[in-house]
C-alpha cells in the first residue's frame, strides 16, 4: 500500500506494487501555491527526488525545493535559476525546435521504479492540458502503473485494473467533487461513500457521465469519513475537487 499526505486530505493506494520511494514532478503548468510546495517538502520521504520541467524549476526554488534534476529548454523559467542549475550540472537542457515536450523528455528519463507525483500540470491553454493529460495515459498505460497528479486545488488519480484508491479529507471538511474519467474506451469501477454511489458499472469515453459526485451524509457522519474507489478493468481517472 501507498500512502500519500496532502494538505487537503489522505491518499491510499492499494495494489500489488511494492513500496517505491516517489519521483516529485514538478512541471511548468498552473503554479501550485507556494504554500502548498512548501507543505509537501515538509512531508517528503529521506528517498523522494524532486524533478523540474521548464518553468517548474521556479516554482521549486521559491518554494525552498532543490531538484535533482531539471529538463526543458530553459525557455518560460527566469534565466537566473537556470544558469545556476545549469552551472551546477544538474539540467538536462534542450533546443527549443523539438519534436517532444518539455513533459515527454522527462517522463522517458523518469526512474521506472519510483512511485510518480506530478504538480504543475493543471490549468493554462486546453492544447497544452490536453498534451500533457495524453502523454500521463500514455507512460500509465504502458507502463501499467499508477500515477497521481495534484495540487492544492484539484487531485487526480490515474488508477489501472485491479486498483484501489481511498481517500480520507481533513476532519469536518468533504471534497468539493468526486469524479471518475474513463482513460481506456470503457472501464468497470466501483465507488462508495458517495451520494450516488457505483458497483461494477461500466464507464466510456462516449458518456462521460460520472463526475461531480459528493459524499454522502451517512459517510459524513462516520468514524473515519473517506471515498472508496477500485478499477476494475481499463484504467480510470480518480478525481477530487477541493
Known sequence: MKTLRFPQGRLEIRDDAPVQETAFVVAGGRKPATGWLKLMKERFTGGTEVFAVDRGLDYCLVAGIEPTLTLGDGDSCLPEYWQKEKAAGNVVAFDRAKDRTDLQLMLERLPEDRFWLFTGVFGGRLDHLYSVMRALEHAALEGKRTVVLADERELAVLVPAGTSVEFYPPEDETPV????????????????????PLDGAVL?????????????????????????????????????AG
Open 177 to 196: 467533487a468526486i469524479s471518475l474519467l474513463p482513460v481506456t474506451d470503457s472501464s468497470k469501477v466501483s465507488l462508495e461513500g458517495v451520494r450516488w
Open 204 to 240: 466510456t469515453k462516449e458518456n462521460p457521465y460520472a463526475i461531480s459526485n459528493e459524499m454522502s451524509e451517512a459517510e459524513q457522519e462516520a468514524e473515519m469519513p473517506h471515498v472508496r474507489f477500485r478499477c476494475h478493468e481499463g484504467m480510470t481517472i480518480f478525481y477530487i
